[in-house]
């Protein structure tokens, strides 16, 4: 991103601010947990906002950066579908959003169906605007499976009181990449983890599992790569038994991808809490506000600029979820959109 390209986010982050309703906001600190150590954010499918509501997209991340210090956020994760189309018009979009954080706050991103403009080869403009050499420079940023490609990367990011392994995983990653997630994983045992991947947990709670479940809508086999006979796909019933299962120092998963149809509040919101057979304990968590499948989704104006905000406790032990809309300065108070998990 050019300097002129970064004056111009700039500029659009510090009108924001002065706007009501992008720039203060009112999400609670604490998170219902007492004392909070740190916080981060999680922002799901932002597709509709970089074809149709742009002005969402910069009131997002122009509120977290204006507010990373009264909201003690340390990271921002991205769960996929950052564009609708893989087109510059719509990269632009997103990259000037999203670039507005370079300097300010961590942030690790990770690539969904709408990213790929053939998604049989699982090639985008992504990684055009958002090139892993432009992170390398960067304490936190680890590297990535592929060279030139950041859908698949891993970060290490400090926080007080120890570090999170943050693990981005393509849509319906391939063999290959849970086999390098997972070599990952191993190398850094004693890490809590976090995994983002952009499908894997479904609407009512359950693992995405095109075998045990095959009338669940959207799952990655249903997509062109299944007509691909060099190429493997796994969903989340998958990844569950290859990867997270497997691996006890993931403490949480975060996806998106799947939209109900349902009006917002409550959106497109799940979680499941399952137990390995060595009695440690994974949240996964799905969070997306679309609620149609086409752009521009008027009725929500594509989902209205909610994102999660993951509050950890003073102890580590556990942390609170709320979901907030810098765009309209509102919260979502329901039970699927505001809870607290046990981490330990």
């Not at 999170?164 to 890490?191: N, Q």
């Not at 086409?294 to 209205?304: D, K, Q």
Request: aromatic letters at 10%.
């Amino acid at each position: 991103m050019s300097a002129a390209a970064r004056a111009v986010c700039l500029a659009a982050a510090l009108a924001c601010l002065a706007t009501p309703g992008c720039g203060g906001g009112t999400a609670e600190p604490d998170g219902g947990l007492g004392e909070v150590a740190y916080s981060f954010a999680v922002l799901p499918d932002t597709q509709y906002y970089a074809s149709s509501w742009p002005e969402i997209f910069t009131a997002q991340t122009s509120w977290l950066v204006g507010n990373r210090g009264p909201q003690q956020l340390a990271f921002v994760l991205h769960t996929g579908d950052i564009v609708d189309s893989d087109t510059p018009e719509q990269w632009m979009v997103a990259s000037q959003a999203l670039h507005m954080l370079d300097g300010q706050l961590p942030y690790v991103i990770t690539a969904g169906n709408h990213d790929y403009a053939t998604l049989a080869d699982r090639m985008g403009m992504g990684n055009l605007y958002f090139p892993p050499a432009d992170f390398a420079g960067q304490p936190w940023f680890q590297g990535t499976f592929e060279p030139e490609h950041i859908e698949n990367s891993y970060s290490l990011i400090d926080v007080p009181g120890g570090q999170w392994l943050v693990l981005a995983l393509e849509f319906g990653p391939r063999d290959e990449v849970l086999a390098w997630a997972g070599g990952v994983l191993a190398s850094h045992a004693t890490t809590p983890a976090i995994v983002i991947t952009h499908a894997y947990l479904y609407r009512d709670g359950t693992l995405y599992d095109h075998v045990n479940a095959p009338m669940q809508f959207y799952n990655p086999h249903g997509y062109v790569m299944a007509n691909q006979t060099d190429t493997t796909i796994n969903d989340g019933a998958e990844m569950w038994s290859k990867l997270i299962a497997p691996h006890s120092n993931v403490k949480l998963v975060f996806s998106g991808h799947d939209v109900n149809g349902q009006g917002i509040p409550p959106g497109t919101a799940a979680r499941l809490t399952s137990r390995r057979p060595d009695g440690t304990v994974v949240h996964q968590l799905l969070a997306n506000y679309q609620t149609c499948v086409t752009a521009p989704c008027e009725a929500v104006h594509g989902g209205n600029g909610f994102l999660r905000l993951v509050r950890v406790s003073a102890d580590g032990a556990r942390v609170g979820v709320e979901t907030y809309s810098p765009y309209l300065d509102q919260p979502l108070d329901d039970g699927g959109n505001r809870f607290v998990l046990d981490l330990k």
